[in-house]
């Protein structure tokens, strides 16, 4: 395998943006992920990116979003209707062709458009889940229930999820939730959709994301701590919710083999969980439960701009690499109801 | 062998309310105003109409605002010979492709105040607007009537171009 870095990482701060579009919003990020490479987007060998026409209730709406680029002349394009955390492993893919050097991975969404969790579920079956219009805090409530009546997991625990990573996001700019609250306080709010609260669910997010990749010489050229990519894997589970075991991720614990986390401790962790019982479910399959700092950013709590939280998680954990406060990260993404399906990778620092 | 399921309903409707950008807003209230409000890129010195806000060449924000047209020269047209359900013009009519005075790029509207077969590459054309007060939309340009200047020579490969 090439050795490829994240050199460099952008994303915007999530909030609600009533004023500025797609392209606004992600043009800033994608010239501060450029200027921090020392690249222009000509130089790269290739761009790909993920977003999802349903959020932006257009079809190709990927293809306007190459005007906050600038792709003149023509360049090598890619897209995924995924997050962007499955672009970046398309870049890295093609990073492996070894006839390009670097890729410009970009995310973009804006979910306050319509209802993010009414557009959520329309990627169900559509002959017997999407008729009942099972959204998508209805169907983590269901997994948060089967994990409370399945395992030792309380909601206290599930509040400590979220008053930690508020507290942590006090400390993210980039953040859109933040508080000091215990997790006591927390418990005593009313119920949205029981057993969750407001704070086990994400905020509703716009926002744009953006890394960049580069390969061996190139990337130590371009950074001074590369974040190298020493093992990236991705993994789906049955489209039925009722043929999966909800308390448990397989496809997040086999795709961490994959990608060698098991292999030495963990420095850092940046988990997508955009509900507090997800991280629960993550922790475990991946064995976090030691010395592992979990989502320092504040994670998907506190700022889920969808079709972009998960390529945030790589960027924030590489992020911890390039500013030397971690040797081994582990960033992980997730798309599809209820952790249906899982990426997982591994970056580490040179001297990693 | 069971009678075939030929259809269920899966009643789904998701609504969006859009935002047109900071740009893109400050384009559609010159509409209003009966002006062509461009962009030009700081980096390749195109000037945008209409403007998205930044230079899909460069990958630059277009903050310079510029007045452009309201004149114009037509570089593409077709004929709409075929109709079609929700047709609000009578065919035979013509969409062209208009380089306003002042811009690099074109815009697209329809031909009117001239017989399909007389419009042609180099026409010069002006704005129709609509009577009232204009809303902030494309639909606020009527269309393009020919203004009776001379034409003048367009390459058509460059127009092509944009």
Known sequence: ?352 | MSDPVLGIVTPIRIEYTFTAGKSRTRFLRALQERRFLGQRCPSCSHVYMPPVGSCPLCGVATEEELDVGPKGTVTMFCVVNLPFYGQEIQPPYVCASIQLDGSDTKLFHLIQEMPAHEVRMGLRVEPVWVEGEPEPSMESVKYFRPTGEPDVSVDARSAARA
């Open chain 1, 1 to 352: 395998m090439r050795d490829v870095a994240v050199v460099a990482f952008a994303c915007s701060t999530a909030a609600r943006e009533t004023e500025r579009s797609e392209v606004e919003i992600l043009a800033p990020v994608v010239r501060e992920a450029m200027a921090q490479a020392g690249l222009s987007v000509q130089e790269t060998g290739f761009v790909c990116s993920g977003s999802s026409d349903y959020l932006a209730g257009q079809p190709f709406s990927f293809v306007m979003a190459l005007d906050a680029i600038g792709i003149w002349p023509p360049k090598m394009e890619s897209h995924v209707e995924m997050d962007g955390a499955w672009a970046l492993y398309e870049a890295w893919v093609r990073l492996q062709h070894g006839d390009i050097d670097s890729a410009l991975v970009y995310a973009f969404g804006k979910s306050s458009l319509s209802s993010i969790h009414e557009v959520l579920t329309l990627q169900l079956d559509p002959y017997y889940l999407a008729p009942l219009g099972a959204d998508a805090i209805s169907l983590a409530a269901l997994q948060a229930r089967a994990l409370l009546e399945g395992s030792q997991y309380t909601e206290a625990d599930m509040a400590e999820v979220a008053a930690r990573s508020r507290r942590d996001a006090r400390s993210n700019p980039m953040a859109q939730v933040t508080g000091d609250a215990s997790a006591e306080e927390l418990l005593a709010q009313p119920y949205t959709v029981s057993p969750l609260r407001e704070h086990d669910c994400p905020p509703v997010s716009d926002g744009a994301a953006a890394v960049v990749l580069a390969a061996g010489e190139t990337a130590k050229r371009l950074c001074e701590r590369p974040a190298w990519i020493r093992g990236i894997d991705h993994r789906v589970e049955p489209q039925a919710l009722g043929v999966r075991d909800l308390t448990e991720s397989s496809s997040t614990l086999l795709a961490a083999q994959r990608a060698g986390v098991f292999e030495r401790p963990v420095d850092v962790a940046e988990l997508h969980a955009p509900f507090t019982h997800q991280e629960l479910i993550l922790r475990d399959a991946l064995g976090l439960n030691g010395g592992t700092r979990i989502n320092p950013s504040g994670g998907a709590l506190v700022a889920d701009p969808v079709m972009v939280t998960g390529l945030i998680r790589i960027g924030e954990a590489a992020g911890r690499i390039m500013g030397g406060t971690a040797k081994r990260a582990v960033a992980h993404a997730t798309a599809g109801p209820c952790l249906q399906q899982n990426l997982v990778c591994v970056l580490e620092a040179s001297d990693g």
